[in-house]
């Protein structure tokens, strides 16, 4: 069965360094989605892409989170200058059309120091 | 914004028991999914339930869309099923189909 691939699985950077994280989507989909889930908490919506372009943003996904879709089969989530309450466990998630289930990535485990 | 409780919090199983997790939600909706996340954080999708009953093997589950709530039912629970199971849902007024989550049931079954 065709999954949702993140990398790397566990990500340790400096405070105020920018990080990448990456994600490879189920290849005929068309939706995809970025959550993250502080420890102890519940999932939360950060994002989702479409058609090449943002569709709809939570207020976490402020000015130092981007997302890009570079080459058609990647689709990345940058953050330019982590912070402390940026440690968190980051899901990429795709779907291949709307009223579909989104397919989960096994998540990229994010600590910063 | 849509509204997802999960109820209970936290439940202690034996081993063999059977247990019943609630998902109650504020508004229609068209996509509902129930996970599992397990000790290392993987979230392990269960069900596509927006409507209906369906079953795998020892869990099945059953979304009442008319009156906003689903149950996920566990049997014959097994150490393999602690952790957290984690209720989403999409509202039918969302474009994009993001899923909001609930604040999950911790689940622990002790051998």
């Known amino acids: 069965e065709p999954e949702v691939t993140q990398t790397p699985s566990h990500q340790v950077t400096q405070m105020g360094q920018e990080v990448i994280l990456r994600c490879v989507p189920i290849?005929?989909?068309?939706?995809f989605y970025w959550y993250r889930q502080i420890l102890g908490q519940k999932v939360e919506f950060l994002v989702s892409?479409?058609?090449?372009?943002?569709?709809?943003k939570s207020e976490i996904f402020d000015d130092q989170f981007s997302v890009e879709r570079p080459d058609g089969s990647n689709f990345t989530l940058k953050i330019r200058s982590t912070k402390l309450e940026d440690s968190a466990m980051y899901f990429c998630?795709?779907?291949?059309?709307?009223?579909?289930?989104?397919?989960f990535g096994d998540g990229t485990r994010l600590s910063i120091l | 914004g849509i509204q997802v409780e999960q109820s209970p919090p936290d439940l202690i199983l034996q081993e063999g028991a059977n247990s019943t997790l609630r998902c109650n939600f504020s508004d229609s909706v068209n996509n509902l999914q129930w996970f599992h996340q397990n000790p290392w954080g993987q979230l392990i999708n269960l069900f596509y339930?927006?409507?209906g009953t369906k079953q795998n093997g020892r869990l099945s589950a059953t979304t009442v869309a008319t009156e906003r709530y689903s149950l996920l039912y566990i049997s014959s629970s097994q150490t393999t099923d602690s952790g957290v199971y984690f209720c989403?849902?999409?509202?039918?007024?969302?474009?994009?189909?993001?899923?909001?989550f609930g604040t999950g049931t911790r689940l622990l079954v002790s051998p």
């Open positions: 989403a849902v999409a509202g039918m007024n969302t474009g994009f189909q993001k899923l909001v």
């Open positions: 290849s005929n989909h068309l939706y």
């Open positions: 892409f479409y058609n090449n372009e943002i569709s709809e």
């Open positions: 998630a795709s779907g291949g059309q709307l009223n579909q289930p989104q397919h």
């Open positions: 339930i927006p409507s």
